[in-house]
C-alpha cells in the first residue's frame, strides 16, 4: 500500500515540457528539426569547444531528455528490473529530498539513526516532517544502525517514511539483505523505507549481495559519484515500484540532469570494466589505510564503502585532530551530529597514506 502525500495522492500532476524523446515515440519517427525549443543556434566561436570538445558543446547547447530514457534502461538491465521501475535525478540528494517531498505532510514523522547521513534531516525539516532519531547499536568495535530499535520507532510514530543508509555514512557498517528483508517486514505497510545504497558498489563479497529487485513501499537510491567517478556531475537514481516512479516523475525538476552529465552516465555504464577496477583499486586503498592506522594505535570501525572512520576517545581528541589537520590544508570529514562527533570520517585516497596525514590522525605529529 502506497501512502503519497494528501495533496498528491489523488491529483495527476501533467508535465508541459516532456521532451523530445517522448514527441517522438507519440509521433512514430524522429524530429529533424528542433525548431520549437527555443534553444540557442549552433556557434562556431563557443569557448566550450576547447573545454568540452565538439560533441560536449552540442550537448550543452541542446535541452536533455527530461526522462533520461537511456540511462533508466541500462540501469534496470544492471539492477535485474524493468525501466519504469528507475528514476534518474541529479544526486542520490536530490532523490532524497524527492522522496521526502513525495511521501510526507507537515508534521509527519521521519524516522532516523542518530547521527547518520545528515542530509537527510536538512531535507526532512525543509518539507515540515518532523525527525525522530534513534541510538546506534554499539559494542566492541561495532557502530551499526539498530534496525530493531528503527522499526519499533516507526510503529510507535506512525512514521511516514523511515531512513536507513546501507552501508551507512559514516560508521561503514553494512546489513546484509536478509536483515533488510526482516526490517521491511517489520515496518508498517504504508510506511516507506527509503534505502540508501550510495556505497553499495563497494560491497563486492558474495555474502554482501542486496536484495534484488523492487522491494515493497521502499525507494532504493544510488548514485554514479563514487564508483563511477562522477561525483561533479550529479548522476544517481532510485529503484522502486513503477506507481512511486511515475509519481515521482510529476514533481520532479524535468531538465535537472543535464545532457552532459546523461551522456558522461552513459559513458561510464557501458563500460562496466571501469567501474570494476575503481572499486578493486579503491578496495585495496582502503585495506592499507585500515592497516596503517591500527598499526598506530588507532580504532577504526569496519567499513563497505570507500571511507573508513576512525573511533577517538571523545569528541575533544578527534576535534583537536582534525583542527590540526585543517590548519595543516588537510580536510578529514567529522560528523555534525552530537552522538557521532567522536568519529573521523577519511576517504580511502592516495594522500591519505601521506606518512604525515597519518602521523596526524593518530595524534603523534
Known sequence: MTRFARHLAHHPIVNPFPG????????????RARIGSNESMPQPASPLLQLLGAAGAELARL????????????????????????????????LILLTLRLFCNVGDTVVSTAGTYPTLRYFAE?????????????????????????????????????????????????????????????????CVLLLDEAYLDFCVDEDDAPP?????????LRTLSKAYALAGLRVGYAIAAAEIVAKADQIRPQYALSAVAQAAAQAVLDEPDYARRLIADTLALR????????????????????FVAIAYPDAAVAERIQRALLADGVAVHRPPHAAMKHLLRVTAHPQALDAAVLDALAGSA
Open 63 to 94: 535541452y536533455p531528455d527530461p526522462y533520461a530514457h537511456a540511462l533508466r534502461t541500462r540501469a534496470a538491465a544492471l539492477n535485474g528490473v524493468t525501466a519504469d521501475e528507475v528514476l534518474f535525478d541529479t544526486g542520490a540528494d536530490s
Open 287 to 306: 585495506a592499507r589505510l585500515a592497516e596503517a592506522l591500527c598499526a598506530r594505535g588507532l580504532s577504526v570501525l569496519p567499513s563497505r564503502t570507500n
Open 212 to 220: 534484488a529487485g523492487v522491494l515493497p513501499n521502499t525507494v532504493r
Open 20 to 31: 523530445i524523446m517522448k514527441l517522438e515515440a507519440a509521433l512514430g519517427h524522429p524530429i
Open 126 to 190: 525543509g518539507v515540515g516532517a518532523q525527525v525522530v532519531e534513534v541510538d546506534y547499536a554499539r559494542g566492541d568495535g561495532l557502530l551499526a544502525p539498530d534496525l530493531a530499535a528503527l522499526a519499533e520507532a516507526a510503529q510507535r510514530q506512525r512514521a511516514a517514511l523511515v531512513y536507513l543508509a546501507n552501508p551507512d555514512n559514516p560508521s561503514g557498517h553494512y546489513h546484509r539483505a536478509d536483515a533488510i528483508a526482516r526490517l521491511r517486514a517489520a515496518l508498517p505497510a504504508d
